[in-house]
């Protein structure tokens, strides 16, 4: 389990590339046959990724955490964004395909990790919070969740918005979580951008195809950087970091945040004339 501090946004003017990309970008979560976690100090998040071939895979409860198991604390969302898998819990399997989602509660015992077929392996990408209570274990197949169509070709942000762990569906303690997919043509992903102070995000960017990248801004609005992402890599955006990106192809997200509330609405909205 690697861990990232929190950082003030006084930092940023700081930061080069490497230091921008050391503190933010997760770029190494799905090794094949391993299990991958990052422990991020903003609202206490962890990221993993978990990527079976032949053999399923045991969420470990990581030694930082110390818990006896991973979600005696815990609660978390998990997105398959391979192939056809499943994640058994305790003595309870749940299929997961390309897209679907399973809210896993607090006090869970056991979880394991299985890929349906080695040659086209299931990848599962778990986001993670603190959670004081236990709510039940979910699971909302792809484009089954509530959908929302935002943006428009106009302005290149025509975008649907599938919410998964939500206030208005699956029920959780803090974790709130989702899968946009753009629509073609369209490669802003959030424009215009905005921040909410009250809780952290993080964007695990797939579908983008090996020679494309996504720009991807982070900072301060009157402050802004950007950091170049590649398939399957992540971004941790603290709550006072923007966070929107253009794609050189196409490309979907799973967006995750956890923090002081769960409204989905709770947006501090920044004009792009107003960003530098």
């Given at each position: 389990?690697?861990?990232?501090?929190?950082?003030?946004?006084?930092?940023?003017?700081?930061?080069?590339?490497?230091?921008?990309?050391?503190?933010?970008?997760?770029?190494?979560?799905?090794?094949?046959?391993?299990?991958?976690?990052?422990?991020?100090?903003?609202?206490?998040?962890?990221?993993?990724?978990?990527?079976?071939?032949?053999?399923?895979?045991?969420?470990?409860?990581?030694?930082?955490?110390?818990?006896?198991?991973?979600?005696?604390?815990?609660?978390?969302?998990?997105?398959?964004?391979?192939?056809?898998?499943?994640?058994?819990?305790?003595?309870?399997?749940?299929?997961?395909?390309?897209?679907?989602?399973?809210?896993?509660?607090?006090?869970?015992?056991?979880?394991?990790?299985?890929?349906?077929?080695?040659?086209?392996?299931?990848?599962?990408?778990?986001?993670?919070?603190?959670?004081?209570?236990?709510?039940?274990?979910?699971?909302?197949?792809?484009?089954?969740?509530?959908?929302?169509?935002?943006?428009?070709?106009?302005?290149?942000?025509?975008?649907?918005?599938n919410q998964y762990i939500?206030?208005?569906?699956?029920?959780?303690?803090?974790?709130?979580?989702g899968v946009t997919e753009?629509?073609?043509?369209?490669?802003?992903?959030?424009?215009?951008?905005?921040?909410?102070?009250?809780?952290?995000?993080?964007?695990?960017?797939?579908?983008?195809?090996?020679?494309?990248?996504?720009?991807?801004?982070?900072?301060?609005?009157?402050?802004?950087?950007?950091?170049?992402?590649?398939?399957?890599?992540?971004?941790?955006?603290?709550?006072?970091?923007?966070?929107?990106?253009?794609?050189?192809?196409?490309?979907?997200?799973?967006?995750?945040?956890?923090?002081?509330?769960q409204a989905f609405d709770?947006?501090?909205?920044?004009?792009?004339?107003?960003?530098?």
């Amino acid at each position: 389990m690697d861990i990232r501090q929190a950082t003030h946004p006084a930092q940023i003017p700081t930061f080069d590339t490497a230091a921008l990309r050391n503190h933010y970008l997760v770029e190494d979560l799905f090794e094949p046959g391993a299990v991958h976690a990052t422990y991020t100090h903003e609202d206490r998040v962890v990221l993993a990724g978990v990527l079976p071939l032949a053999d399923p895979l045991e969420l470990p409860s990581f030694e930082p955490l110390r818990s006896a198991t991973f979600f005696e604390r815990r609660e978390a969302g998990v997105v398959n964004v391979g192939g056809a898998g499943s994640v058994t819990v305790d003595d309870e399997e749940y299929q997961l395909d390309k897209g679907s989602c399973l809210y896993i509660g607090k006090g869970a015992g056991r979880v394991v990790f299985a890929s349906a077929s080695a040659d086209d392996p299931a990848a599962f990408y778990l986001f993670s919070a603190p959670a004081h209570t236990s709510y039940p274990h979910a699971l909302v197949t792809a484009g089954q969740g509530t959908r929302r169509e935002l943006g428009s070709r106009e302005t290149s942000n025509e975008r649907t918005i599938n919410q998964y762990i939500h206030a208005d569906g699956v029920k959780s303690c803090q974790v709130v979580m989702g899968v946009t997919e753009l629509q073609s043509g369209s490669m802003w992903n959030t424009m215009p951008a905005h921040t909410h102070d009250r809780r952290t995000e993080c964007y695990l960017y797939f579908d983008l195809s090996p020679e494309h990248r996504v720009i991807h801004l982070l900072g301060e609005p009157t402050e802004s950087r950007h950091m170049v992402v590649a398939d399957r890599q992540a971004v941790i955006s603290p709550s006072w970091s923007l966070h929107s990106g253009f794609g050189t192809g196409s490309y979907s997200f799973v967006w995750a945040m956890a923090g002081e509330n769960q409204a989905f609405d709770d947006m501090d909205h920044v004009q792009p004339a107003e960003l530098r």
